[in-house]
T-cell receptor, first 116, second 115 residues
Framework: DAGVIQSPRHEVTEMGQEVTLRCKPISGHDYLFWYRQTMMRGLELLIYFNNNVPIDDSGMPEDRFSAKMPNASFSTLKIQPSEPRDSAVYFC??????????????FGSGTRLTVV | AQTVTQSQPEMSVQEAETVTLSCTYDTSENNYYLFWYKQPPSRQMILVIRQEAYKQQNATENRFSVNFQKAAKSFSLKISDSQLGDTAMYFCAFGGYQAGTALIFGKGTTLSVSS
């Protein structure tokens, strides 16, 4: 398995533009998580899905952020419109419910978003 | 809600020395999991070690070991014989026992190992 695949690896965009981050989880994993990493706040949970259904989106900072998981092999995180304070590294991770105790999260390599 | 606190934003150590990274957490649960993740400059998140709260024995993985103090809600990571490759950011994380919860991470500790 190629692991969790995120794209793009880097994204630079202008303030006000729409940004879409993509994630392909490991085949067979039933949980998918989106985290945001900043120096000030560390790794924050934004939203997670179980079997493609959003379970907890309380970490989504505001209405400009939205996430979807149309099928088991694909998820998107969209920011519209983007703002400079959204600049961060966004991680996607997936896991099997039964592997949680073994720390069975597999992380993607992250997308570094810069909004200028 | 659970919280994880790492009180050391940065640490530095010489090669071959031992270093301990601190982590405290807050929870009302009795059964849970604790983890340390390593994030090198490549950005990849790598699981270093895990501890199950219902096990009293401290986990060990080669040069990495933990000091788990359940009553104090403390979970420190000890790195022995530090190597240059240990230079990274280290995150402490809490995982609830129930399957429907996500890992909660601390803000991280940046460790620099020098020769």
């Amino acid at each position: 398995d190629a692991g969790v695949i995120q794209s793009p690896r880097h994204e630079v965009t202008e303030m006000g533009q729409e940004v879409t981050l993509r994630c392909k989880p490991i085949s067979g994993h039933d949980y998918l998580f989106w985290y945001r990493q900043t120096m000030m706040r560390g790794l924050e949970l934004l939203i997670y899905f179980n079997n493609n259904v959003p379970i907890d989106d309380s970490g989504m900072p505001e209405d400009r952020f939205s996430a979807k998981m149309p099928n088991a092999s694909f998820s998107t995180l969209k920011i519209q419109p983007s703002e400079p304070r959204d600049s961060a590294v966004y991680f996607c991770a997936s896991s099997l419910a039964g592997d949680r105790g073994r720390g069975g999260y597999t992380f993607g390599s992250g997308t570094r978003l810069t909004v200028v | 809600a659970q919280t994880v606190t790492q009180s050391q934003p940065e640490m530095s150590v010489q090669e071959a020395e031992t270093v301990t990274l601190s982590c405290t957490y807050d929870t009302s649960e009795n059964n849970y999991y604790l983890f340390w993740y390593k994030q090198p400059p490549s950005r990849q998140m790598i699981l270093v070690i895990r501890q199950e709260a219902y096990k009293q024995q401290n986990a060990t993985e080669n040069r990495f070991s933990v000091n788990f103090q359940k009553a104090a809600k403390s979970f420190s990571l000890k790195i022995s014989d530090s190597q240059l490759g240990d230079t990274a950011m280290y995150f402490c994380a809490f995982g609830g026992y129930q399957a429907g919860t996500a890992l909660i991470f601390g803000k991280g500790t940046t460790l620099s190992v020098s020769s």
